[in-house]
C-alpha cells in the first residue's frame, strides 16, 4: 500500500466547498486503485483562523506541514475580515517562499466538453511555467513619508538563480513535450529585470538548441493567447506576468474555475503545493454552485507528481465524459451544483 500524508488546507470562501469534494474524489480514485491510500490532516488556517489568532497559522505552522508528502490547498483571501496581502502573504505566498516551491506549472489546454469563448479556436494546448519565488511578489520595499510627501518602493527581485532555474524547467518540460518555448518578457519598458531576464533565456536557450524559442512582450503575448493560442506550447513567465497570464489562459479553456495548478519544490526539502488557479470567489461563495473541477484537476496534477499518471488519466477522462453529458456548473453554461458535478465525476471514476 502506497500511503500518501496530505496537508489539506481548504482556506477560505468557495476553497471550502471544493476542496472536500476533491477529497471525495481522491478517496473513490483509492478505492478503485486498491494500492494508493491518501491520509489527509486538516489545518483550518484561513482569514477565519485570523480573526481569532491575530495570524493566518500558528507560529510553528510550517514545521506541522513539513511532515506531509504534499500540500492540497483550496484558497486563500477574505478581504471582509483581513487586508489580501496580508492574507496571501500570511499563509500562501509564505507557503511558497519557505518551502521553495520555485516553480508553479499552470496548464490551459481544451477540454472536451466545454466551448471555449474564443470564436472558433484551434486546438490550443499550453504550458505556463511560472517563477514563483521571487520578481515582483517580492516583500522588498516600504514606506516612508505621509500625505502628498509619502512614497511607496515596491522592488522586484530577479536573480540568476532563480531566473535560469525557472527557465531550464521550461526547457525540460518542452523537451518532453516536442515543443517550444516562449519566454514572456517585457524590456522595453522595464530597463533592469526584464533585459537581464532576456539574456538569462538567451543562455538558457543556448544548452537547449534543439528547442525553438521565441520572445514576445508581455502585452502582445497576451493578445496572442487571444488570437492564436494554438500556436502556443511552454510560456515561461516572471511571478506577476505568469500570474496574468493564467487567469487568461483559464479564461480561453471556458472558465477560471476549471484550472490547476502545482507550486513545485525541486530541491526535495520540502513538499510540493496544489491548488488551483482560481481565488476564494467571494462573490459566489455560500451558494454550493462553484465549479469543482479547478480543484480535482489539481488532484490529476497531484497523481501525476506522485507517479501515478493512469490514475490521473482516469480522473481527466471522468471530468470530460461528465461535462460533454452536460453536467456543468453556471460558469461554464450548466444548471448543477457543486455536489453534482463531482457525484457526476465519482460515478464515472467507478464504472
Ligand atoms: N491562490 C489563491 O489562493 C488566490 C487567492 N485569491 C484571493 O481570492 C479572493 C477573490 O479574488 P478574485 O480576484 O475575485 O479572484 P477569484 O479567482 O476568486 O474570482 C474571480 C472570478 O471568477 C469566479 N470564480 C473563481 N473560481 C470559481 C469557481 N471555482 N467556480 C465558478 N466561478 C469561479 C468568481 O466568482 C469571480 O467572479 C481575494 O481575496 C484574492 O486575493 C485570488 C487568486 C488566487
Ligand atoms: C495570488 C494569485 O493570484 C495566484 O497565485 O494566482
Ligand atoms: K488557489
Ligand atoms: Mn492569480
Redesign the pocket.
Known sequence: MKNIQLAVIP?????KE?VPEALRVLDTLSEVHGGLKFDAIHYPWSSDYYAEHGEMMPKDGLDQLRQSDAIF???????SIVA?HI??NGL?LKIRREFEQVINVRPAKQIKGIVSPLGNPRDFDIMIVRENSEGEYSSSGGRVHNGEDEIVIQNAVFTKKGVSRVMEYAFQLAEQRSGHVTSATKSNGIVHSMPFWDEVFSEVSEKHSNIPTNSEHIDALSAFFVTKPHTLDVVVASNLFGDILSDLGAAIMG???IAPAGNINLNGKYPSMF??????????YGKG????I?QIWTAKMMLDHFGEPEMGNVLLEAIESSLEAGIK???IGGHSNTKEVTDAIIARIKK
Open positions: 482556506g477560505d470562501g468557495i476553497g471544493v490547498l483550496g484558497a486563500i483571501g477574505d478581504p489580501d492574507s496571501l500562501l472558465s477560471i474555475g491548488e488551483p488557479v482560481h481565488g476564494s470567489a467571494p462573490d459566489i454552485i462553484a465549479n469543482p479547478g456548473t453556471a460558469d
